[in-house]
Structures are given as C-alpha cells and as structure tokens.
C-alpha cells in the first residue's frame, strides 16, 4: 500500500509539473493578443461546449460573416436593377488673361425717323465709337441634376439577382454546415476527454493491482516460498503499469486542450476548466442498444441527399454559376438607358451678376453590339464548363456521402459487436488473473503466470472502455453523415 501511494504521488507530481510547464509556455507575451474566455463556464457540458463553439469557434465566425456579406451584395443587385442613379454636380470657375482685348462700343446704332407721323428707328448712317478695354478676369457657374437608369441590357440584371440569391442561400447552407462540423467536432473532442478519462481508471485500477501483487511477493520471498527474481519480476510490472498511467493522464490533459481551443479558450486558462458528463449517454445496456437503428437503408440516404447543407449548398453554388452564365450572355442583346436631367450655366465678371440660362434635357441611348471578337462566346464556353465540374463533383461528394453512411453503419455493427467482445474478454481476463494468483498463493503457479494474467486483463480492461466509446462514436457519425444535427 505504500508503495502505491509512492507511485501515485510520483504521477501526481509529474502531472502538476507538466501542466505548470505547459502553461508557462503558452503563456502569451504582454502585447500578444488572446482570446476572451468570457461565455464559457468553469464546469463544461457538452450543451455548453457545443453553445460556446456556436458562438466562439473561429470557422463558425468566419461563416457567418460569409452570409452577411452575400446578404449585402443581394440587396445591392436588386437596388441596381430597380432604383435609377441620380446625382448632382456644380462648378465655378474663374478664368484670368493677362492680354485683354479691346473692343468698339457703338454708342448710337439707331436713330429716330418720322415717317406719316409715326417715328421709328433706322441704322445711324454715322454711329460714333468708344474703345472700351475688356475685363482681365470672368467667372461662370454651372450645376446640373441628372438621373439615369438601365431599361433593357439583355436580363443580365435579373440574372445578376439570381445569382446573387442563389450565392446567400449556398452560404446560409453553408454556415448550417460549419456549425453541424463545428458540433461533430465538439462532441467527439468530448468523447474523447470521457474515453481517456476512464482509461485513466482503468490504468489506475491496473496499478493498483500490480502494487497488491508486489506486496503478496514481498510478504512470500520473506516467507521464503519465493525467490527474490520474482520480487524484481513484479517490480517491473509495477514501473510500467506507474508510466501507463502517468501516459494515459497525459493523454487526458491533452484531450481537453484539444476541446478547449475548440471553443478559443485563451491557452493560459486551459486549467480553470473542467468537465461534466451530464448530456452525452455512453450507455450499453441491452435497452440502450436496441434502441440504436444499424438497419439504414437507401430511403433514408436519399432524403439526408435532399436535405444535408452542405449538399444543399453546392445545389445554390451550381444555380449561381449558371446564372453568372446568363449574365454574360447578356451582353449578346442590345442595351437602352433613359436619362433625365436639369441644369445650367453663366458667365460674367462678378459674381453677383452672373445671368444662369437654364435648361431641361432628356434621352434615350441604345446600344447594340456588332463583334467582339468573339470574346463574349468564349467566356460563356468557359463558364458553361465550370458548372459542368460543380455538377461532377456534387455528383462525386453525394457518391462520397453514400459510401461514408454505408461505411458508417458498418462500423457501428461492428462496434455492437465488440462490446459482447471485449466484455466478455474482460470477465475471462479477469478470471485468468484471478486463478493465476491463487496459485501463487498456494505454492501452486509461477509469478511468470500471474504477470502475463495481469498484462492479459490490463489489455481487456482498456479494450473494454475503447469499445464503448467506440460505439457512441459510431452512432454519433451515423447521425452526423445523414444530417440529422440541427446546430
């Protein structure tokens, strides 16, 4: 008994100091920057680890802003198909010359006639002149208000708003997606804290009981019944099964790590954290596995193929394509614009006294195109073959999604299976070890005996947990592979 509690606190030891270590180097430098911890709790659930990650886990951000961001560019395409641009523009202007010019005034063009009583006026046969020196300095002013739109351009708007739709919905299908990985991943990062976590039992229990047969070989070597090789024999047992355990507890820690940055977790508060079990059944009960459906047949692969996001998403990927195709060929029609517009301009020495003439103008521009050099052709010949591949490689990731569901189910009749398996290999095992020892006891068996017993039910122990998380694992990528997590 002592002997173990020496060895666990020499684990215990180890343990604090490799965690001490880790967090001293990855603790960041004063003006690096890290993540809040803020939302997450101390005591995780997989519900709140799987909520953090919604709301935390980088890929899910970064999709999200996606959707925002087609969002906007459908609003934009709509707005340019339907709203006309209208601005407005003004100017002054001030025009300077070194070299004015002088000019002839008349001061008396026309003269007063009396003809029958009625005076008019006629050209003056002798005008006379003044020489007037022009102004080295004028000013004009000008503004106009103008709106236009786009009447007809071959539907490429109308396809452009398409587009743009289909391109929201493959990434809102997308984003359901990431979040359903982004929930695959929590969960089997959590599976695997609870997996190793038991192996840590099973490799405490496995020490504990190298530590009891060591201390029955000691009291036996004193008794003289045992020759000291045996005391060394278990003694080595006993090292081993102490760093199986050191080993496995570090495979915990690092389990956890793996969850926590999942949920950008800063990585020096990695070790405020723990974890509850509570919402993840890892059950085996007969009950338990009679209520798991291993029997999936092609009409559920159908519907997960009508149904799944990221299958749905490619399907708006591919209508989107297609729409930039019609876009393009829209530049085969002829074009027409309207425009409207009022404005007007002056000029003139002062300011002040500028006179704007005004004016209304309106107008229709039509565009028709000739050749291109065919160059129009072959962009739709290159965007025609680009949704040919989108088409192919849906085709492929559905094929791809069919065989991972079948393969899916296989594994998960085969890790029902290893659950009979490996518990029964258990009881024997444990059996095994529990005769050998007997023996020993009695003068009847050898130490070599009970050490391959011991190594046999060490092994089953450990088969015995890796096989039940095995199998939740297993229903759990069933679910995942026909769509069927709603995050």
């Not at 003289?224 to 760093?243: E, H, P």
Request: charged share 15%; with cysteine; hydrophobic share 40%.
């Amino acid at each position: 008994m002592r002997f173990r509690i020496f060895c666990t606190t020499i684990v215990l030891s180890l343990t604090a100091f490799l965690a001490s270590t880790e967090t001293f180097a990855q603790a960041p430098a004063a003006s690096q920057s890290t993540p809040s911890a803020s939302g997450v709790p101390r005591t995780i659930t997989l519900d709140d680890a799987i909520k953090a990650a919604m709301a935390r886990n980088y890929t899910t951000r970064l999709a999200s802003n996606q959707v925002r961001k087609d969002e906007f560019a459908a609003r934009s395409a709509a707005d340019n198909m339907w709203l006309p641009s209208v601005k407005a523009t003004g100017g002054w202007q001030y025009d300077y010359s070194f070299n004015p010019i002088d000019e002839e005034v008349v001061q008396n063009p026309f003269v007063p006639v009396v003809v029958n009583g009625d005076t008019d006026l006629v050209p003056n046969p002798n005008p006379t002149y003044t020489r007037v020196t022009a102004q080295n300095g004028t000013q004009s002013l000008n503004y106009n208000v103008g709106a236009s739109i786009n009447l007809f351009n071959g539907f490429a708007d109308l396809a452009s708003i398409h587009q743009t739709e289909a391109t929201l919905g493959s990434a809102q299908n997308s984003l359901t997606w990431t979040r359903q990985q982004t929930a695959d991943n929590v969960v089997k990062a959590y599976l695997s804290i609870l997996l190793t976590q038991e192996l840590v039992y099973a490799a405490d229990s496995t020490l504990a009981e190298a530590q009891a047969q060591f201390s029955l070989v000691q009291g036996q070597y004193q008794a003289g019944v045992v020759a000291i090789a045996q005391i060394y024999t278990q003694q080595s047992v006993v090292v081993g099964d102490s760093l199986a355990l050191i080993q496995a507890d570090v495979n915990f820690q690092n389990a956890k790590v793996s969850l926590l940055y999942l949920l950008n977790v800063p990585p020096n508060q990695f070790n405020n954290y723990s974890f509850n079990a509570d919402g993840i059944d890892t059950a085996t009960t007969p009950a338990a596995r009679a209520a798991v459906d291993t029997s999936i047949q092609p009409e559920a692969i159908n519907a997960a193929i009508d149904n799944r996001p990221d299958i749905l998403a490619q399907e708006e990927s591919i209508k989107a394509s297609e729409e930039v195709v019609n876009i393009t060929r829209g530049q085969f029609y002829p074009s027409l614009d309207a425009t409207l517009g009022v404005g007007g301009s002056g000029s003139g020495p002062n300011l002040t006294t500028i006179h704007l003439n005004n004016g209304l103008n309106a107008g229709l521009q039509l565009t028709i195109p000739i050749f291109d050099k065919f160059q129009t052709t072959l962009t739709v010949d290159e965007q025609e073959v680009d949704v040919e591949n989108a088409r192919i490689t849906l085709e492929q990731d559905v094929q791809q999604m069919r065989s991972s569901v079948t393969i899916d189910v296989n594994t998960l009749k085969a890790t029902e299976k290893s659950l009979d398996a490996t518990e029964s290999a258990f009881r024997a095992a444990s059996e095994s070890f529990r005769l050998a020892n007997e023996q020993l006891q009695v003068g009847s068996g050898t130490e070599v005996a009970v050490v391959i017993a011991e190594a046999a039910l060490e092994t089953a122990r450990t088969n015995r947990v890796n096989a039940k998380y095995n199998w939740v694992l297993a229903q759990k990528q069933v679910a995942y592979d026909l769509g069927k997590w709603n995050y």
